[in-house]
């Protein structure tokens, strides 16, 4: 099956700085790739997402990128606010599947 | 608003004493999903129903149940909770399986304690 490496584990970042979240997968027959963010206690919610037809996908301060021959995507995030610190998963999904198989997470800190 | 709810938001139980946790969703959508989400850790998917079509996942304990009455409803019984069965559970509805733009959307959680 599917399995998805989420790396760094934690992160910091001081206000203002930009942070990157970087994932690989196993499946190339994946196509769907969302990012969440989960802040404590509360709900995963979808920030971004991109399909295996796109390159690159961007809205306002996130960005995301998807390179499918080295079969990693990543996660930007420019000018870095203290209400972007949360918990970030990245999933993947294989087409005509329903099973989204997640990351273990990336604990951000923004640093006022 | 459309929404996907969950109750009760926190239960605490017995060891051993049955407890079922509710979601509904007003999206209209075909796919539900319940979830375990444990501290620190990535959602677990237990099972998922597309309409009443029931998937369970290979290493879901049977310990775990699920019932979806209509296309708005859908329930986890557990049916003798340990210690280890302690955790955030989450309710997740998609429109479509896995063809399409079919976002999964969250529902708040419960939070699972047993005593």
């Known amino acids: 099956g599917e399995n998805v490496e989420q790396h760094p584990s934690t992160l910091s970042v001081q206000e203002g700085d930009s942070a990157v979240i970087k994932c690989t997968y196993s499946?190339?027959?994946?196509?769907?790739f969302p990012w969440y963010k989960q802040e404590l206690g509360k709900r995963p919610q979808l920030i971004i997402d991109?399909?295996?037809?796109?390159g690159e996908k961007k809205d306002q301060r996130i960005a995301v990128t998807l390179n499918k021959t080295a079969k990693h995507f990543s996660l930007h995030i420019t000018e870095t606010q203290p209400e972007d610190s949360a918990v970030y998963f990245c999933?993947?999904?294989?087409?005509?599947?329903?099973?989204?198989?997640f990351g273990k997470g990336t604990k951000l800190s923004v640093i006022p | 608003d459309a929404m996907v709810i969950q109750n009760p938001r926190y239960q605490v139980t017995q060891f051993g004493k049955p407890v079922t946790l509710s979601c509904s969703q007003t999206l209209n959508h075909n796919v539900m999903y319940w979830y375990q989400q444990k501290s620190s850790q990535a959602p677990k998917l237990l099972f998922h129903y597309y309409d009443k079509d029931f998937n369970n996942e290979a290493d879901t304990p049977d310990n775990f149940q699920s019932r979806r009455p209509n296309t708005s409803f859908c329930f986890l019984d557990i049916r003798s909770p340990g210690l280890g069965d302690a955790a955030m559970y989450l309710c997740?509805?998609?429109?479509?399986?896995?063809?399409?733009?079919?976002?999964?959307?969250f529902g708040p959680g419960t939070r699972l304690t047993v005593l």
């Open positions: 997740a509805t998609s429109s479509k399986r896995g063809v399409g733009p079919d976002t999964q959307y």
């Open positions: 499946d190339s027959a994946s196509n769907y």
């Open positions: 999933a993947a999904r294989r087409a005509g599947s329903y099973q989204l198989t």
């Open positions: 991109i399909r295996s037809n796109v």
